[in-house]
Nanobody
């Protein structure tokens, strides 16, 4: 079982940057693919970014491609989401998630963090 604890959310002006962190407890972090999702008020949760177990194969939603970067540090059991050039439409609750298996993907995530608000002001 994996428990995920997020940090690094907050308020930022448009054009600014934030880095989200997600620390995992439990063993075998390296055997999980990791992802980030977000849910804006009144909208469904959507995929943002994902990486495979080594972090060398990544996938991004079109809306964040070129602005967001997912990475992971397996010895530290942590996955990151670097968010640059933020826009007001990036405002949402952001969640990290883990799924069994080592391949990058957008579905079948079983373990979820608590979610943290990111607000981008115009």
């Amino acid at each position: 079982q994996v428990q995920l604890v997020e940090s690094g959310g907050g308020l930022v002006q448009a054009g600014g940057s934030l880095r989200r962190s997600c620390a995992a407890s439990g063993r075998a972090f390296g055997s999980y693919a990791m992802g980030w999702f977000r849910q804006a008020e009144g909208k469904e949760r959507e995929f943002v970014a994902a990486c495979n177990w080594r972090g060398d194969n990544t996938d991004y939603a079109d809306s964040v491609k070129g602005r967001f970067t997912i990475s992971r540090d397996n010895p530290k059991n942590t996955v990151y989401l670097q968010m640059n050039s933020l826009k007001p439409e990036d405002t949402a609750v952001y969640y990290c998630a883990a799924r069994r298996g080592t391949v990058v993907g957008r579905n079948n995530y079983y373990y979820w963090g608590q979610g943290t608000q990111v607000t981008v002001s115009s």
